[in-house]
């Protein structure tokens, strides 16, 4: 399959594009330098510059393909998360972004569209499992950029095209930045995480990501959870994550601390959310290389400390 894909020099992106290479599609992927171009030939893509907020540009760029792949977002660092500034670049990627790549892909005639999504769109679910079913809550501001870029999809599927949405869980992995920001936290013994210790979070490593974002290319039409195999409460999830870089036991963020560094978001991030995979598990070949964090983390930090050596 031809597949353009956004997002391709991210923290999923790479790998992504290997998946996709090793299936055998072919990669027209997003790069926005000369050096990242270089990358991207170099996992076999051919790298294409293109401003995904011009109309035209983008559908000049997706000309031949048959997917389109959009995995481009712009989370802002952790010290901007509070400011609505800080937001506007990612919120347009799922909004202006997702409604151009949708109409490039109607005008040229793919028929295939994935989309990136957050499992955070769910309401707090306490102990219960939550899956696609599960109604969304609307009520969270900062969210409603990411159901607008859902519904988007909804469109191109009502106009007899295949729409994926892929509403990933909390992403942690092998990305010098997502690593740093929770090794600086852990020397105040705070964490990523704000909540209740008791309350379940639904995490996924990038590289089981990039997998699930390859195998949705061949799923029906709809919404899919990509999440982990086992969710777990955020104390367990804070001492996998302290056993595997040998830092002090530590606690979630109180909630006050998340109000300042998520604003609105806030109402969200503290939630309990037990989410299942089981619908993209059972519609495709992917499951997950790490079944939860009491994996993922250690492999992180082996990692990590393999590529220093």
């Known amino acids: 399959m031809n597949v353009f894909l956004t997002g391709a020099t991210g923290a999923i992106g790479p790998a992504t594009v290997r998946g996709l290479v090793d299936r055998g599609h072919q990669v027209r992927a997003v790069a926005r330098t000369d050096e990242k171009a270089a990358i991207l030939r170099g996992l076999g893509a051919d790298p294409i510059a293109v401003d995904l907020f011009d109309g035209e540009a983008a559908k000049a760029a997706v000309v031949g393909s048959e997917a389109v792949l959009h995995l481009a977002t712009n989370v802002p660092r952790l010290r901007r998360m509070s400011s609505k500034k800080g937001w506007e670049t990612h919120n347009r990627l799922r909004t202006a972004a997702t409604e151009n790549l949708v109409d490039a892909a109607v005008a040229t005639g793919a028929s295939t569209f994935v989309k990136e999504s957050v499992s955070f769109v769910y309401p707090d679910g306490g102990d219960a499992w939550i899956d696609e079913t599960t109604p969304v809550d609307e009520s969270v501001a900062m969210l409603a950029p990411t159901l607008e870029g859902e519904r988007i999809v909804e469109r191109f599927t009502a ?99 998340v109000k300042l560094a998520s604003g609105s978001a806030a109402a969200a991030v503290i939630r309990s959310w037990r989410v299942s995979n089981k619908k993209l598990r059972d519609a495709t070949v992917w499951s997950p290389k790490f079944p939860s964090v009491h994996e993922g983390w250690p492999a992180v930090a082996w990692a990590r400390k393999e590529s220093r050596a």
């Open 159 to 257: 106009g007899g095209g295949r729409g994926v949405v892929l509403r990933f869980g909390s992403f942690y992995g092998q990305t010098a930045r997502m690593v740093d920001e929770a090794l600086l936290l852990a020397r105040f013994r705070m964490s990523i995480l704000g909540g209740a210790p008791g309350a379940y979070v639904s995490s996924i490593h990038t590289d089981d990501v990039a997998s699930a974002s390859v195998a949705a290319l061949e799923a029906p039409a709809g919404v899919y959870n990509v999440v982990d195999d086992e969710p777990v409460t955020r104390r367990e999830y804070l001492d996998a994550f302290s056993e595997a870089f040998g830092v002090r036991k530590l606690r979630p963020l109180p909630t006050w601390l």
